[in-house]
């Protein structure tokens, strides 16, 4: 049973474009929604988080839109730049559990 | 600050051997988490220790252990192993307080022929 459904799997975007990357959720439990960027041979790094109290958050060029009723949140990255080339993956938590779920990931490419 | 660090960084090893693979939290942090990364499957959790307790696991056989010491390094164990157990193994660690904000370490990539 996949509880976090990511898509699209790849995505190539021109540089100064805007890339979106979509994800939805089954478990109403989940209260914390954190995106990681990967690049290759390094861990996830935590980018941009948001709690389903709250409908859009926005930090520099990544915003994270919430729909709490939908169940689904996405990720929008603006000016698209070709150093955001990466994976994406969003996840869900439960605070008081510690263990993250995460979504399949999307392979991002910015075209210079 | 440091951050999560974890040795070895690359391993090779053969079916039915056995490997232990080591992580150091952030300075201050009292919670270790551990992931397991393939490419078909994606990041997928495996246990989370804190005070030196496991306190969630999991879907995972038997044969993935872990334990943590008493200055918050963990280490984690898999015996007997498969060639589908080659893949990243992620090391994560947090707050007491904060176990939603995670770092990751670089992980260890572990090939099993």
């Known amino acids: 049973q996949q509880q976090v459904k990511q898509s699209p799997q790849s995505l190539i975007v021109q540089k100064g474009g805007i890339s979106i990357i979509n994800c939805a959720y089954e478990?109403?439990?989940?209260?914390?929604f954190p995106w990681y960027q990967q690049f290759p041979g390094k861990g996830p790094a935590l980018l941009i988080a948001?709690?389903?109290?709250?409908s859009e958050k926005k930090e520099g060029r990544f915003t994270i839109s919430f729909n709490k009723s939908a169940k689904q949140f996405s990720l929008h990255i603006m000016d698209s730049q070709p150093g955001d080339s990466a994976t994406y993956f969003c996840?869900?938590?439960?605070?008081?559990?510690?263990?993250?779920?995460f979504g399949k990931g999307t392979k991002l490419s910015v075209k210079p | 600050k440091a951050g999560v660090t974890q040795t070895p960084r690359y391993l090779i090893k053969t079916r039915g051997q056995q490997v232990t693979l080591s992580c150091s939290p952030i300075?201050?942090?009292?919670?270790v988490s551990w992931y397991q990364q393939t490419p078909g499957q994606g990041l997928q959790f495996l246990f989370e220790?804190?005070?030196?307790?496991?306190?969630n696991k999991g879907n995972f056989p038997g044969r993935f252990s872990g334990r943590q010491f008493s200055n918050s390094r963990s280490e984690m164990n898999v015996s007997t192993l498969e060639l589908g157990d080659s893949a990243l193994y992620l090391c994560?660690?947090?707050?007491?307080?904060?176990?939603?904000?995670?770092?990751f370490g670089p992980g260890t990539r572990l090939l099993v022929l």
């Open positions: 948001i709690r389903p109290d709250v």
């Open positions: 300075s201050g942090h009292r919670s």
């Open positions: 220790y804190f005070s030196e307790t496991q306190r």
């Open positions: 996840a869900a938590i439960k605070g008081s559990q510690g263990n993250l779920i």
């Open positions: 994560a660690s947090s707050l007491a307080a904060d176990l939603e904000t995670q770092y």
């Open positions: 478990n109403t439990a989940f209260d914390y």
